[in-house]
């Protein structure tokens, strides 16, 4: 055919080239539209091990249906919140997912920063879930938030002071007067958390509510809610806190403590009594690797629940954690969907417990082996997350908060009734905007 139309070899050849390139580059645009067109999900994270990353990637392997870049907010919880809020209340629809500190699933819901879930998967965040952690997902009735995980405070002794003292902290009728006045006997301190930050309100909410009361009330109130620190239960956790301020027992520089302070001054020569995390137990023998504490101070740590504030009253541990919650302004919720009901699955609750070391909110967790081989006292936490007593549940609890660590700090002037009723008045002031924090 055709010789009228040929062309030259070289003009034939030329012509090839550009077909074959033609040709190669239909999949080549086609791959690069597929993969500009998966989404990628963005997760804001408070910081951790690098867990919560090794998790996304887990759940969002390469070549699936979404991807997942990891966001960390600070370390402050505090900051956290201001950061998130900030961009939410701009209708950011880049916030995919949120790691978000239990008291403030309130607030965000409250101002239709989340989405909520429906009955179907709510039934499924909810499955298996402890009590305790329950109780911050919800706002209005419904399910704003998936339960991640959970986090309470054990009691961690010394055995050798505690037999030398002749005490028994596992004992039912253990309380904080007991435990200050024993450590007093011995020379020795009780660690707590007393910084003007939240894990100071942790420690003064669950003295309150262990001693029956309610820092708030009437939460539905939003700002017309009451304060209830100024409370007999109130004066309990005030006497508790003055008296460990002003003792022998009280570790130097307790009003700066943080949690790691505390599990210093609990692993030095003065340590005996400690309220912390579960994490301290972990952390402590990789003390012992790093060469900065012997083994011999980590076989003389035991654990006991959360000391009580009247004899024969069962306390309520204090409970942390992180619940997921979904953007409101997500351009992506089917997906994002999927990537919460793979991180709260049980199997990826109990890799990240093994991973980071924060316990599982759910329950079938600590029956894994691995888990009881990894915490000892596995039993205890999960019976302590169950029972524990929630920060205050209301939309305003940033202030609330606020409010107790300014009065309430530091330490060595909180006195019973007086610090309780100012802190109820300065709250009640500033819910209604007439003082600001």
């Not at 499924?124 to 995980?149: E, R, S």
């Not at 076989?299 to 409970?319: F, H, N, Q, T």
């Not at 009901?341 to 093994?354: F, H, I, N």
């Not at 908060?401 to 309780?420: D, E, G, K």
């Amino acid at each position: 055919m055709g010789g009228r139309v040929g062309v030259s070899g070289k003009l034939r050849g030329r012509f090839a080239y550009l077909a074959a390139a033609a040709a190669l580059a239909v999949p080549l645009l086609t791959a690069c539209s597929q993969e500009s067109s998966t989404p990628t999900l963005n997760w804001y994270i408070n910081p951790d091990n690098g867990g919560q990353a090794r998790l996304a990637k887990k759940c969002a392997p390469s070549g699936g249906p979404f991807k997942v870049d990891i966001q960390t907010l600070p370390n402050d919880a505090s900051q956290q919140r201001e950061q998130l809020v900030r961009r939410l209340a701009a209708k950011d629809s880049s916030i995919d997912l949120m790691s978000l500190d239990p008291p403030f699933v309130a607030e965000f819901a409250n101002a239709g920063f989340l989405k909520t879930f429906s009955s179907q998967d709510a039934a499924t965040f909810t499955q298996g879930v402890l009590a305790g952690p329950l109780q911050t997902a919800y706002w209005g009735g419904k399910l704003v938030a998936a339960p991640f995980w959970a986090n309470t405070q054990l009691l961690w002794y010394r055995k050798a002071a505690v037999a030398a003292a002749g005490v028994n902290p596992n004992a039912p009728d253990f309380t904080w007067d007991k435990m200050i006045k024993a450590a007093e006997s011995q020379k020795k301190v009780v660690a707590v958390q007393a910084n003007r930050y939240e894990g100071y309100m942790v420690w003064i909410n669950a003295l309150v509510v262990s001693a029956g009361g309610q820092i708030i009330t009437n939460v539905e109130a939003g700002k017309n809610a009451t304060p209830a620190i100024n409370s007999p239960a109130g004066d309990a956790a005030a006497g508790v806190v003055g008296e460990l301020a002003r003792s022998s027992a009280a570790p130097p520089a307790m009003s700066t403590a943080t949690e790691e302070e505390s599990r210093s001054a609990f692993q030095s020569d003065k340590g005996m009594f400690m309220v912390n995390w579960p994490y301290v137990y972990g952390a402590a023998a990789a003390d012992v690797k790093a060469g900065a504490t012997t083994q011999a101070v980590v076989d003389d740590i035991g654990w006991a629940r959360y000391p009580e504030m009247k004899e024969g009253e069962v306390s309520k541990p204090p409970l942390g954690g992180i619940n997921l919650g979904v953007g409101a302004y997500t351009n992506y919720p089917d997906q994002t969907l999927d990537l919460v009901k793979c991180l709260t699955s049980l199997d990826s609750s109990v890799e990240y417990m093994l991973d980071s070391g924060n316990p599982s909110d759910k329950a079938a967790a600590y029956d894994n082996p691995q888990i009881r081989k990894a915490y000892p006292m596995a039993d205890l936490i999960r019976d302590s997350i169950n029972t524990a007593g929630p920060r205050p549940i209301t939309p305003y609890y940033n202030d609330v908060s606020t409010s107790v660590q300014i009065t309430w700090h530091p330490s060595t002037n909180v006195r019973a009734p007086q610090t309780p009723d100012e802190s109820a008045n300065f709250m009640s002031d500033v819910l209604q905007g007439k003082r600001l924090l």
